[in-house]
């Protein structure tokens, strides 16, 4: 079975920029993937960030941003804030009807 | 106001089962795909099947499948999940979530319910 594969944990600093990628253990990704971001902290139910690779969700600030960056899906933070420390979650579409998703990223802002 | 209101959690033995509940409100219920994903204590999140708007289709992952039933009554507004067969690896909090844009495949999830939870031991 295809795992889907995020960096486990990363940090920036206060205004700095960061990117968190989204991988297949086989294969590369693409806008066929529908790729989508969420986010979530403690306690919480997941936002939605990002989805089709690159749509900004009703209300996400323009600091986050999706992409496509060589063979995997992209979620870059430009500007980070103290409430951006969170656990970040990707989702892949599969095809008929499955959606998988990542391991998550904890992101941490110090 | 979207809500999704998730009931039916509680505890039982491997090799049980158990249905959950989702009564949804606040948008167009039987036109839009709806999903569960569940996330076991202090893990992350994972899909676990999803169903179109008018219920003739149904998706689940290979963790789940032939032993967990998607379903839904439009004219109740509620989604079902019929879980058969349940091991320890099925505990988590399970979330009723709303697909964001009726059955459109590239669109993602935008309402999740506060969850119900499942355990499984003995």
């Known amino acids: 079975q295809t795992v889907v594969t995020q960096e486990p944990s990363f940090s920036v600093s206060p205004g700095g920029t960061v990117t968190l990628t989204c991988g297949l253990s086989s294969g590369s990704v693409s806008t066929v993937y529908y790729p989508s971001w969420y986010q979530q902290t403690p306690g919480q139910t997941p936002r939605t960030l990002i989805y089709s690779t690159n749509v900004r969700s009703s209300g996400v600030p323009d600091r986050f941003s999706g992409s496509i960056l060589g063979d995997k899906a992209a979620l870059t933070i430009t500007g980070a804030q103290a409430d951006d420390e969170s656990d970040y979650y990707c989702v892949l579409y599969m095809g008929s009807g499955i959606r998988v998703f990542g391991g998550g990223t904890k992101l941490t802002v110090v | 106001e979207v809500q999704l209101v998730e009931s039916g959690g509680g505890s039982v033995q491997p090799g049980g089962s158990l249905r959950l509940s989702c009564s949804a409100s606040?948008?167009?219920?039987?036109?839009?795909?709806m999903h569960w994903v569940r996330q076991a204590p202090g893990k992350g999140l994972e899909y676990v099947s999803g169903?179109?708007?008018?219920?003739?289709?149904?998706y689940y992952a290979d963790s789940v499948k032939d032993r967990f039933t998607m379903s839904r009554d439009n004219s109740k507004k509620t989604l079902y999940l019929q879980m058969s067969s349940l091991r320890g690896d099925d505990t988590a909090v399970y979330h009723c979530?709303?697909?964001?844009?009726?059955?459109?495949?590239?669109?993602?999830?935008?309402?999740w319910g506060q969850g119900t939870l499942v355990t499984v031991s003995s």
């Open positions: 606040g948008f167009s219920f039987s036109s839009s795909t």
């Open positions: 979530v709303k697909h964001q844009y009726g059955d459109s495949v590239g669109s993602g999830f935008d309402y």
């Open positions: 169903i179109s708007g008018n219920g003739g289709n149904t």
